[in-house]
Structure formats: C-alpha cells, structure tokens
C-alpha cells in the first residue's frame, strides 16, 4: 500500500479531509492504541471519529486507490452522520464491524443487502465487509452461499477477488460432509479461474496473489497434483512480473513473502533465496528479509544457514512477530538433530511472547508453542 497506493496523486484531494497515522502494531510502545483499535488482519484501514474516538469505518485487506478513495468518502459520511434510515443503518452496521463485533456486524449488512436495490451504491463494499465478518465468525456456508450469489454482480470490478476469494475459503472450510459443500466449492472455483483468466490491474495484486493460493488449496484437496502445481507455477509467474514492474526497491520487496509461500508450495524454495538475499542488502535494518530466508533454508534442509540468517533476524526483530522467529529457529534445530537446543529456544520463545504487553500477546500462540514444546523429546 505504501509503495504503490499511498503515493498515488488521486488522494491529494482528502489530505485536508483526514489527519494521517501509521501504527506499527509490533512496537510495544503502540499496545495502547492496538488495545484500543484491536487489529484482526494486516492490514486493516479505519477512519475514526475524532469527536469520540471510535471506529466509524474499517477496511480489512489491501486496496486500490480508487478502492481507498471509496473507502475514505464511505467513511467521512459516516463520521459527519449523513441523514436517512439507509445512511444511519449503515453507519451503525459500519461502526460495529469496526468494533470487532462481527456477529452482530454480519446481521445489519445482511438485512441492509437484503432491502436495498442492486444499484445501492455501497452495495459492494458493505458486501465484502459481509464476507470478512461472516468468515471471522466462522459463518462458512453463509458466507460461501452470499459470495457465490454476489458473484456475478461484481465480475467486472474490483471487488471480483475479494468475493470469489473469500467465498472460496470458506467454501473448503464448511464440514466435509454437508450436503451443499461440492456445489458450492465448484461454483467459487470456477469464480476464482474466472478472475484470474485476465489481467486486472483494478484489483490489488496481494488480493489476486490470495486467490491463487486459495485455488492451489481447492486443487489440492481435490486431489488433482498436476492442477495444484499448474495454479502454483502461475502464482509465482504473476508474483514475479508484478515485482519486475516494481520501480523501487520497497516496490518489489513488498511480493517477497508472497514468492515465497509460492516457491515452498511448489518445493522450490531455493528460488526465493537471490530475491531474498538483495532485499537485505536493500534493507539492512530490517528483520524480514533474514527472517524469510530463515523459512526457506529450514525447507531446504539447509540447517546453519537458516541459524546463521535467523541470528541475524532475531537481532532486529521485535514485538509478535519475533514469536515466530523462535519456532523457525526450535525447527531449525530440531532438523539438524539438536533436540536439547530446541526445546531452550522454544522455552525462550514462551517466555518472550508472556513477556508482551496484553494486546499483542495472542494465547493460542501461546499454547501452540507449549504443545510444541511438549513434542519435542530430548534422549538422555
């Protein structure tokens, strides 16, 4: 977003709208505002009412600049209380979502999307909100059923993605067995081949980069290798022309995490490796693109190369993301046969993530790197 959104000269026109702030959720000395705006996804956009200091607007997910404009118009009506029952209704669905209140969010989008015509024009923003809160809330076959209605009426704009992507997890997510699962899987693949049959450059290319990986995720469990690897290959071509077109460096590091889920799913991680190792020295203060090359030499099996990159990762690194550094490096012990090295590490990860302020620890990290420790045996 920074690197490709923010700088785009459209939004000049809100700069006397909106004061700007960029929170860096990782920062311990930020708990505060992350307490007070809990953050689900990153990233996550929210316009908040200066006068009371809450969410009036959130968008979870990247966006366009046309998309953003959207979002920063939606969001100013809603602060300022435009009149009408449709204009306050969406207000308060818009302020609960922002809350975190998903469920009840879900409803008032629900009924709102029910009783207004198909040219309502927030109908597509409050559509993929609709989605993300039905998805959080684990409200899979509603949330497959909408996106799969909805599909046809957002094709051609850039909210086709969102819609086929979404409506695709939690398709594969519902109960193996329920009766309208295949049909369902079925119509949302077909949804998500048709956006990526072309070029779209009005869709944010890391909402394009999640389709992929959703489709390559339905391929594999129907079983269809050849499919999975043809979706996985075209994944990481498109990755890789959108990094070529970046003019910057930050322009073309922004697809590295994406490249490389890509080249580990196609069990090509030592592709990522010269992307990874320019992006350090673009970035020598920043603690991703160590951290990365840490992931791919552990798929490698490349043991002390991944230690020596981890080393250079957790030097810099901090706050929640720093957790997942410690279970990178307990694996990269763990391969190379050193069990007693990385039970200590997991301890040391355990430690460090209780050791966080309240709004950026997360208790089911928690206790999957406690059942993790458990697994892990050392012989005496």
Not at 55 to 61: E, Y
């Amino acid at each position: 977003m920074r690197a490709f959104v923010f700088s785009d000269p459209a939004l000049q026109r809100h700069a006397g709208q909106f004061v700007w702030l960029s929170i860096n959720t990782e920062k311990a000395s930020n708990a505060a505002t992350l307490a007070k705006y809990p953050v689900q996804v990153w990233p996550s956009f929210y316009v908040i009412d200066p006068k009371t200091e809450t969410i009036a607007l959130r968008w979870a997910g990247g966006a366009t600049a046309p998309q953003l404009e959207k979002i920063l118009d939606d969001g100013s009506r809603s602060v300022h209380g435009s009149k009408g029952s449709l204009a306050e209704r969406l207000s308060r669905a818009d302020r609960l979502f922002g809350e975190g209140k998903n469920g009840e969010a879900a409803k008032e989008y629900q009924a709102l999307l029910k009783e207004t015509p198909a040219t309502w024009p927030a109908r597509r923003r409050v559509t993929e909100s609709l989605l993300f809160a039905l998805q959080v809330t684990k409200q899979f076959e509603p949330c497959a059923v909408t996106a799969r209605d909805a599909f046809s009426s957002v094709s051609e704009t850039s909210s086709a993605a969102n819609v086929a992507g979404i409506g695709l997890d939690c398709a594969l997510r519902m109960p193996a067995g329920a009766p309208s699962r295949p049909g369902l899987v079925s119509a949302l693949a077909a949804d998500a081949r048709q956006v990526l049959a072309k070029r779209r450059p009005d869709i944010a290319a890391d909402d394009i980069s999640s389709l992929y990986e959703t489709l390559a995720q339905e391929r594999e469990e129907a079983k269809d290798e050849a499919g999975r690897r043809q979706v996985l290959s075209s994944w990481a071509s498109f990755l890789e022309g959108e990094a070529a077109r970046g003019a910057t460096p930050e322009a073309r590091s922004v697809f590295d995490p994406h490249r490389l889920s890509a080249y580990i799913d196609l069990g090509e991680p030592e592709r990522a490796i010269p992307m990874l190792e320019q992006s350090e020295r673009d970035f020598p203060e920043d603690y991703n693109p160590p951290a990365r090359l840490a992931v791919a030499y552990r798929a490698m099996k490349r043991w002390d190369d991944g230690l020596a990159a981890s080393d250079r990762a957790m030097a810099k690194a901090y706050g929640p993301r720093k957790i997942g550094m410690f279970q990178v490096r307990a694996d990269l012990y763990a391969g190379k046969g050193d069990a007693a090295a990385a039970r200590r590490t997991l301890e040391e990860g355990i430690t460090y993530a209780e050791s966080l302020p309240a709004p950026q620890q997360n208790a089911r990290t928690i206790a999957a790197l406690k059942k993790k420790l458990e697994g892990t045996k050392v012989e005496r």
